[in-house]
């Protein structure tokens, strides 16, 4: 696709129940990141992979987050027993390669905002 | 402390004055520095990076590294309404792959 592509673009779901977000990143970009921006906050990191693997996982908050891209290109955020407190909009990012080794621009989703009630 | 401040604004300044934005990062280790522009309800995107000590310039923009004193700005010159959004500073840390973002400082261009 053109750009990074993120579903649903809104979800609202009960505490206690589990969810998946998922980011289509451009075609061709071996990087991939998850972030999670809270209102009046940065984006903050959550995870980060190279290819298939999870380079970087050190920003996942808890047990109840995981991710995967099983095939190197589509990423699936998974959270378990959603808590109120992990509301927030979850942006997905990609690039070529890393930016801080080659100057590869980061390309964000337009993000999910998860609202847990 | 948290490992990249900003002042979280909001700054206002007239239309045609030069906006400056400020960014402090504690990881003396840091290699790279971006700033995103994120307007409200829509994701960022980059619009400047920097390695080296010094200025870089690119159209109305300028962003200048001091590793020494660990401080990045930017500066937006001609500033215009169409400025007006949160600014964020990303720094990335030698050896590693991921950015780390600062809290962002809105920007508010008038009239």
């Known amino acids: 696709g053109a750009g990074v592509s993120q579903t649903p673009s809104n979800k609202v779901t009960e505490k206690g129940k589990y969810v998946e977000l998922r980011c289509d990143p451009i075609s061709g970009h071996t990087a991939l990141y998850w972030y999670r921006q809270s209102l009046g906050q940065g984006p903050e990191f959550l995870i980060y992979?190279?290819?298939?693997?999870?380079?970087?996982d050190s920003g996942l908050p808890n047990d109840r987050f995981f991710a995967v891209r099983p095939e190197g290109s589509v990423s699936t955020l998974k959270i378990q027993r959603t808590e109120r407190g992990d509301s927030a909009v979850y942006l997905c990012a990609s690039s070529l390669g890393s930016p801080g080794a080659t100057n590869e621009k980061l390309f964000f989703g337009s993000g999910t905002q998860l609202s847990v009630l | 402390q948290k490992e990249v401040e900003q002042n979280s604004g909001p700054l206002s300044v007239p239309e045609g004055a030069i906006a400056s934005l400020n960014c402090t990062y504690s990881?003396?280790?840091?290699?790279?520095f971006f700033w995103y522009r994120q307007y409200s309800g829509k994701s960022p995107e980059l619009i400047m990076s920097i390695y080296s000590n010094g200025d870089k310039e690119d159209g109305r923009f300028t962003a200048q590294l001091n590793k020494a004193s660990q401080y990045v700005s930017l500066l937006i010159r001609d500033s215009q309404p169409s400025d007006s959004a949160t600014y964020l500073c990303a720094v990335n840390r030698r050896n590693t792959d991921k950015l780390i973002f600062g809290t962002g400082t809105r920007l508010q261009v008038f009239p």
């Open positions: 992979f190279q290819g298939t693997g999870a380079a970087d």
């Open positions: 990881d003396r280790g840091s290699q790279s």
